[in-house]
């Protein structure tokens, strides 16, 4: 098996040399199941990067460069794992920053994971036995750990704790799956959209702690507030695209169906009839229940459908009384007590909120209770 440690650089002159002659002499050799090889991926760097690594070349035969014109941190990495794989036959691929930031001593643990099957190996600084460095200011430190935070809860996956980090192994495989969605990110937020593409496709991750070093030769090329930006957009969008495109937005799809269904009704009943509006609203209502329950049914949790006439009347009634004490106990309950409480003032307000509430119990009753999973 072949390893590639891809290992970007814009002015990196005064680390580069250090690093390649780190993992040649001391990292490599404990390497005992994979070729180590070495891909720079420099963007032309004027401070001579080039020329420093041209001459390590010609020192050591498993290196390798790749130059080309600067388009960002993503773009550099996607044309550098392109080249790992088509030029050097990598399997591994190692993501890796030029300065430091990255303990190299750890590189084995990472192919040792991928050895026991994981798929997307990551370095991560906010597990036990990781950090971020001690000598960054007060601001970076509060940015890094709280972004972090952010992302953390918003993604909620568990064992994955450090998303944007730039110290990783994965397996070619990864790569080439995913490749075609790295194009929309250039700049930093790669890092988290290759890494969450990966987990939605289901690869295997796991995490290396490492303690993170502040460079000592040349400047952070991050675009500080442009970067936090895009990145926690990106996060936010990706989120609620889940949580819409999931179970929660079919069944607002299908409430918002039954909702138009009990209106039209109610008109119709209204007008052409000498029913109590009370119970012409009441009646519309079980005919959009009736709707909202097979489309549920079919569509929002298709996978927990129920397969028998039986279950299916079964899980019917439960949709009923639920639904309806959902109308009434709930959302009239609480507009009532609302009145009570605060006066005739907000009427709209009430409902609202009702609604809000509304929406929330039934869902929580239909994924919990009518739809739940069946225990394995
Ligand atoms: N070829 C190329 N082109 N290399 C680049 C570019 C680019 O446009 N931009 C940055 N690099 C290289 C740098 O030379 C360095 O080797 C590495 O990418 C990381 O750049 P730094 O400028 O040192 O980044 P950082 O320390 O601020 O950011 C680190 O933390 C981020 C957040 O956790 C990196 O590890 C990032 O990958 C990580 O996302
Ligand atoms: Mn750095």
Redesign the pocket.
């Known amino acids: 098996m072949n390893a590639t440690v891809v290992?970007?650089?814009?002015?990196?002159k005064g680390?580069v040399e250090r690093l390649i002659e780190i993992l040649e002499k001391d990292i490599f050799p404990q390497v005992k199941n994979y070729n180590m090889n070495i891909l720079v991926?420099?963007?032309n760097s004027p401070d001579g990067t080039q020329e420093v690594v041209r001459d390590l070349i010609k020192k050591y035969k498993n290196i390798e460069i790749s130059v080309g014109t600067?388009?960002?941190?993503g773009?550099?990495y996607v044309r550098g794992m392109n080249h790992a794989i088509e030029n050097m036959n990598a399997d591994i691929l190692f993501?890796m920053?030029?300065?430091f930031?990255?303990d190299p001593n750890k590189i084995p643990e990472f192919l040792e994971k991928i050895d026991k099957g994981f798929d997307f190996v990551i370095g991560t600084?906010y597990s036990q036995g990781g950090s971020i460095p001690k000598d960054w200011g007060l601001h970076r430190k509060i940015m890094?750990v709280w972004g972090n935070i952010f992302i953390k809860l918003l993604f909620g996956r568990e064992g994955i704790n450090?998303w944007?980090?730039?110290?990783r192994a994965v397996k070619k495989e990864v790569f080439l799956k995913e490749r075609d969605k790295l194009g929309a990110f250039t700049g930093?937020t790669f890092?988290v959209g290759f890494l969450w593409n990966a987990v939605k496709d289901g690869f295997k991750v796991a995490e290396v702690p490492f303690n993170a070093e502040d460079?000592t030769h040349?400047?952070?090329?991050?675009p500080g507030f442009q970067t936090i930006i895009r990145t926690l957009s990106f996060v936010i969008k990706v989120r609620i695209l889940e949580v819409v495109s999931g179970s929660f937005g079919k069944f607002l799809v299908v409430g918002g169906i039954g909702f138009t269904l009990q209106f039209v009704i109610y008109w119709y009943l209204a007008h052409n009839t000498n029913l109590l509006l009370g119970v012409a609203s009441w009646l519309a209502a079980q005919l959009a229940i009736f709707s909202n329950y097979n489309l549920n049914n079919l569509w929002t949790f298709r996978e927990r459908r129920a397969h028998s006439f039986l279950s299916y009347l079964i899980k019917m009634s439960g949709f009923f009384i639920s639904s309806n004490i959902g109308v009434i106990v709930i959302q009239s309950g609480i507009v009532q007590l609302s009145e009570f409480l605060f006066g005739r003032k907000y009427p709209l307000v009430y409902f609202v909120v009702a609604t809000g509430v509304l929406l929330l119990y039934n869902f929580t009753m239909y994924s919990k209770v009518i739809w739940r999973r069946k225990p394995r």
């Open positions: 290992i970007p650089t814009y002015n990196e680390n991926v420099d963007d600067k388009r960002g941190l773009a550099a993501e920053d030029a300065d930031f990255h600084r890094s450090d944007t980090g730039g110290y930093y890092q460079r040349g400047k952070s090329k991050i």
